[in-house]
């Protein structure tokens, strides 16, 4: 009797498991697509770097300077990408 729970207790754990990572999928895709465009432009201006220090200064001069409308639309284009994402199961989207 111990075994059977200790079998059905994993194969619980396995199905936590599943859900988790679809939902962390899910997350990860709705949440990676806004930043990944956002970073599109300061990747490109990311001046050449010859020291780990100078390479993070440039990057935090580029994120400060972000204009703030591409962000704002951004931020305003989450609900229509939670729908989007949403109704494709976490899979591609027009976004």
């Known amino acids: 009797m111990g075994s059977q729970g200790q079998f059905s207790s994993?194969?619980?754990?396995?199905r936590?498991?599943?859900v988790f990572l679809k939902t962390s999928y899910v997350i990860f895709r709705l949440?990676?697509?806004p930043v990944e465009h956002e970073w599109g432009q300061p990747?490109?201006?990311m001046p050449l770097c010859h020291s780990v220090h100078d390479s993070e200064l440039?990057?935090?001069?580029l994120w400060a300077h972000l204009p703030q409308d591409n962000i704002r639309?951004?931020?305003n284009s989450m609900p229509d990408r939670v729908a989007?994402?949403?109704?494709?199961?976490?899979?591609?989207?027009?976004?």
């Open 43 to 45: 990747k490109r201006q």
């Open 31 to 33: 949440f990676h697509a």
């Open 84 to 95: 989007a994402c949403i109704a494709a199961g976490g899979g591609p989207t027009r976004y």
């Open 16 to 18: 936590i498991q599943q």
């Open 58 to 61: 440039a990057v935090q001069d």
């Open 73 to 75: 639309c951004l931020i």
């Open 10 to 14: 994993k194969i619980m754990l396995v």
